[in-house]
């Protein structure tokens, strides 16, 4: 049974960078993309981006210049780093595993990331 | 990016009674290879979305059958043929046709 566990300071101040990361356990690794996905509290999901094992990424073009998507493919694991935070990048985080046609069938526990001076 | 609009934002059904969630995308979600890139999911209270439907009208393993979606194009409808209690939560629509992937803004189905 594949699951995400992920994790990662929940604690910033502005300007700081956001990092997490996510391990997947209990299926393989390659032949899929890693995708992070956000939500500010109270409101709606936010796609951010993807890797998959090779390396490869898409992401949010009005986040990509802060947005750093890596992977780990020896630990079943992907990261995420988010620089120069402010309030706005408040929120849940979440990873996933994307799946077939680009459905997203598994996902972390989520991570509450609060950004504060 | 692809603008997903769901409606209505909030919904209150009897258990038993039917309830339908619309999702209009602002472009076709039909692509070249014949799949739909639209999909369902359900966020209950505290948890991570989990995936209903995928490719506009597959029900996704486990998935109850009395949850059902249609559409087309850019017009999609999930409905709940008898909702029961544990289908309170919020339901997304999905698109990953294009980068960047989008939602829309979530239903909140209440009892």
Known sequence: QVQLQQWGAGLLKPSETLSLTCAMYGGSFSGYYWSWIRQPPGKGLEWIGEINHSGNTNSKPSLKSRVTISVDTPKNQFSLKVSSVTAADTAVYYCARVSGSYLLDHWGQGTLVTVSS | ?111
């Open chain 2, 1 to 111: 990016d692809v603008v997903m609009t769901q409606t209505p934002l909030s919904l209150a059904v009897t258990p038993g009674q039917p309830a339908s969630i619309s999702c209009k995308s602002s472009q076709s979600l039909l692509h070249s290879d014949a799949k739909t890139y639209l999909f369902w999911y359900l966020q209950k209270t505290g948890q991570p979305p989990q995936l209903l439907i995928y490719e506009a009208s597959k029900r996704f393993s486990g998935v109850p059958d009395r949850f059902s979606g249609s559409g087309s194009g850019t017009d999609f409808t999930l409905k709940i043929s008898r909702v029961e209690a544990e289908d309170v939560g919020v339901y997304y629509c999905m698109q990953t046709i294009q980068v960047p992937y989008t939602f829309g803004q979530g239903t909140k189905l209440e009892i």
